[in-house]
């Protein structure tokens, strides 16, 4: 805002919604007493007249006064409860839209759920990744993947480049089950995720996302998410994601509160704890999904060279814009509108004069 220079306008705004919301919700509650007040007076009314019927017929009728007072008493003695149901009826009329927000939530589709048959996760090798004609789209009638086949064998670094739009990120999202495909299927080492269940899966696969997000909590809980891990780990795990220097200048270390979605930290920070979450879930499969993005050519270069010995043993996927990024790439998929353009090594795709030598162009 004062880069734009609208801040004055931009908190003129704010008090002056704040202003209308207070005077709402003092209008909304003198309304809510008002109608209390008038449901009892109206209803102590009925009562006098009752009282007064009462009398005229004492004068003019055979009831008795006894009788007359045992009914006034029988009123008296259900006074209360009746009041009792007014104070229920504004309470519910207070929760009813509470409620309808709830219920809204409640009629959520829940995630499908895939019962695990398989115990190919309980293997401690990487995995094999393979798509088969898969079709997603945001919209049904406009798929953002359209048919796409791709084959990552297991222990290797395949690296997937495409304009934007292409279907980078939706194709690592869908891999871990953020989404579900119109049609398709999904394999690990040949076997379907229906068979294996993506909580299962999740177990295997870790999405290093471009704009991770954090809790408002320490750097152990960002790191740990809970668990119970060594600082030796988590140190480590620091270390080869390049932050552990920045970490022990603090002056609470591992202690130090982040703040709401981390912006405590830069972005360059916030991706590389990211990554450090990464090394200690220690996965078997691991998408960079423009995961360093905001790093130097520098430190990401001294990034990728600390975590080669912990990527060497596992299935890796690097979804970037940047040449640098997929240089330690062995297969190189090229995506547009949604299907595989081109593929191979960067070797057999520098010979073909298509849209991986045109992005190789474009970063010189």
Do not use: C
Request: no cysteine; net charge negative; proline share 2%.
């Amino acid at each position: 805002m004062r880069a734009s220079n609208k801040e004055e306008r931009f908190i003129a705004s704010a008090i002056a919604q704040s202003r209308r919301l207070r005077q709402s919700a003092s209008e909304y509650g003198i309304k809510a007493l008002r109608g209390e007040r008038y449901s009892y007076t109206l209803f102590l009314s009925g009562f006098e007249i009752f009282r007064a019927l009462g009398l005229v017929m004492v004068l003019y009728s055979d009831l008795s006064i006894g009788l007359m007072f045992g009914i006034f008493g029988y009123l008296w003695f259900m006074m209360t409860p009746v009041q009792d149901l007014l104070s229920m009826q504004y309470s519910f009329a207070n929760a009813k839209n509470a409620l309808s927000r709830l219920n809204e939530l409640l009629s959520l589709p829940i995630e499908e759920q895939h019962p695990s048959t398989s115990s190919l996760l309980e293997s401690g090798s990487a995995l094999s990744i393979q798509t088969r004609d898969l079709v997603f789209g945001y919209d049904e009638k406009e798929p953002v993947l359209k048919g796409l086949n791709i084959d990552i064998s297991s222990g290797t670094t395949v690296a997937i480049i495409g304009a934007s739009g292409s279907g980078k990120s939706t194709l690592s999202q869908l891999l871990v089950g953020f989404y579900s495909p119109s049609s398709g299927d999904i394999l690990y080492n040949g076997v379907s995720v229906k068979d294996i269940g993506f909580s299962r899966v999740r177990e295997a696969v870790f999405v290093v996302l471009q704009q991770p997000l954090m809790f408002n909590d320490t750097l152990r809980f960002n790191l740990s998410m809970g668990d119970e891990i060594s600082d030796e780990a988590i140190w480590n795990a620091l270390n080869l994601a390049q932050l552990e220097d920045f970490v022990r200048t603090l002056p609470h270390g591992l202690e130090t509160q982040v703040g709401k979605l981390g912006i405590r930290l830069s972005g360059g920070q916030r991706q590389r704890l990211s990554i450090a979450r990464m090394i200690l879930s220690n996965p078997k499969v691991v998408i960079f999904d423009e995961s360093t993005s905001a790093l130097d050519v520098h430190t990401e270069s001294a990034l990728f060279e600390a975590l080669e010995p912990f990527l060497r043993e596992k299935t890796v996927i690097i979804i970037a814009h940047r040449l640098s990024t997929i240089t330690r790439a062995d297969y190189i998929y090229v995506l547009e509108n949604g299907t595989v353009l081109e593929e191979g090594t960067r070797s057999s795709l520098e010979h073909l004069d298509g849209s991986f030598n045109r992005f190789v162009h474009k970063q010189h």
